[in-house]
């Protein structure tokens, strides 16, 4: 009897463990080793659109029209396998003062992947990145948002920043197909030092699209000025600095 007991404990324990794990992978704003920012914690009245995929062919200067217009700069989270398909539209974003980030190559879940397809996965990206001519900044932010153990740790052993969100409009929004409500779940939940993420670039993604222009504008409207990854993490000099 005792010993089935001391099993079914042991079994519960494996799997809370496992949940736990998988929890951890998701996490927003902690990983086990190196840099991960979710939010800037600041008094600024400062957020960072954050726009991941592609580049596409078919979306790109749609929504370069739109931050233009709003004379907004984005980062871009771009996969390698896109970029080194279409490194014009890499270009144009880059031409157009945006910032870009590195996405993967392939865009998989990268939480249990091995050191060495990791490291493959983000090197060849940097290297079609830079091939379009793009000299900026390079953050990184996971597939899926997915990470655990080896993807942290070779991001912190290469000086990389993990880049996430604390607001997802498409995950959390009431309606996620209705622009309408992408947006005003956006309007409403960016506070300072807000990273939000959109997702633009596929065909299927026409509900985000529509909702990035009212998104700006009702963020303009409550006093938000819109940043780049690299300007909001310049915020954090001071703080960082004390700790
Ligand atoms: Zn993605």
Redesign the pocket.
Known sequence: MRRWIILLATMAGLVAGFLGVLELSNARGFQLFGDIVARLDTDAPVVALTL??GPTPAYTQTVLDILNERDVKATF?L?GRESAEHPQQVQAIAAAGHEIGN??WS?KRMAFMSPASIAEEIESTDVAIRKTGYAGPLHF?P??GKKLVALPWYLAQHGRTTIMWDVEPEADAADAASPRSLAEYAIANATNGSIIIM?VMYESRASSRLALPAIIDGLKARGFKFVTVSQLLAGRQQSSAAD
């Open positions: 991941d995929d989270f996969t996405h993967s865009h932010r597939p899926y997702h």
